[in-house]
T-cell receptor
Framework: EDQVTQSPEALRLQEGESSSLNCSYTVSGLRGLFWYRQDPGKGPEFLFTLYSAGEEKEKERLKATLTKKESFLHITAPKPEDSATYLCAVQAVEYGNKLVFGAGTILRVKS | NAGVTQTPKFRILKIGQSMTLQCTQDMNHNYMYWYRQDPGMGLKLIYYSVGAGITDKGEVPNGYNVSRSTTEDFPLRLELAAPSQTSVYFC????????????FGQGTRLTVV
């Protein structure tokens, strides 16, 4: 069973059309949930860390929220430059010194 | 600051050949990681290191070896390459804990034929 599941696998939006990406996890001892952005041919780039349920963080058009079982990455009025793959990763007590990544959501924003 | 630098960017290997993927960071980070990324799947941890002289296995260590003789360098060795090792490999580092911002290299795209 996947421990970190992201949905949808792919999302196409029109410029300005707000939406949300989901990351659900099944660990019990969460120590941190991470969002990364990955452009084609590049390494992941850090966006946010969330440590406890109820926490929210914002950066430009992106807002990340966390509950006990999932996180959402809300994208408000996206622009074409927001097109990328968004990766979620979880660090938990049961993982020791490891991060477990989801498969990612491929976001395409058309003008 | 260069951050995390990986070489080479691309490589084609024949089955049974060996090679070393190089990774160096200039941020004085203690923790370093090697991941592989396959299409439609999340990054999988191969090996990691919490400091010079200390390494440990991740989720998918078979067919790989690592060493960490300095804080800056964390090379990944592939012995007897197999088609299943065709992937994109990323090196990453964090300052002193795993649950903090990770900095990634640009990746090495490896094809084994």
């Amino acid at each position: 069973e996947d421990q970190v599941t992201q949905s949808p696998e792919a999302l196409r939006l029109q410029e300005g059309e707000s939406s949300s990406l989901n990351c659900s996890y099944t660990v019990s001892g969460l120590r941190g949930l991470f969002w990364y952005r990955q452009d084609p041919g590049k390494g992941p780039e850090f966006l946010f860390t969330l440590y406890s349920a109820g926490e929210e963080k914002e950066k430009e058009r992106l807002k990340a929220t966390l509950t006990k079982k999932e996180s959402f990455l809300h994208i408000t009025a996206p622009k074409p430059e927001d097109s990328a793959t968004y990766l979620c990763a979880v660090q938990a007590v049961e993982y020791g010194n490891k991060l477990v990544f989801g498969a990612g959501t491929i976001l395409r924003v058309k003008s | 600051n260069a951050g995390v630098t990986q070489t080479p960017k691309f490589r084609i290997l024949k089955i049974g050949q060996s090679m070393t993927l190089q990774c160096t960071q200039d941020m004085n980070h203690n923790y370093m990681y090697w991941y592989r990324q396959d299409p439609g799947m999340g990054l999988k941890l191969i090996y990691y290191s919490v400091g010079a002289g200390i390494t440990d296995k991740g989720e998918v260590p078979n067919g790989y070896n690592v060493s960490r003789s300095t804080t800056e360098d964390f090379p990944l060795r592939l012995e007897l390459a197999a088609p299943s090792q065709t992937s994109v490999y990323f090196c990453a580092s964090t300052l002193d804990r795993v649950d903090t911002e990770a900095f990634f290299g640009q990746g090495t795209r490896l094809t084994v034929v």
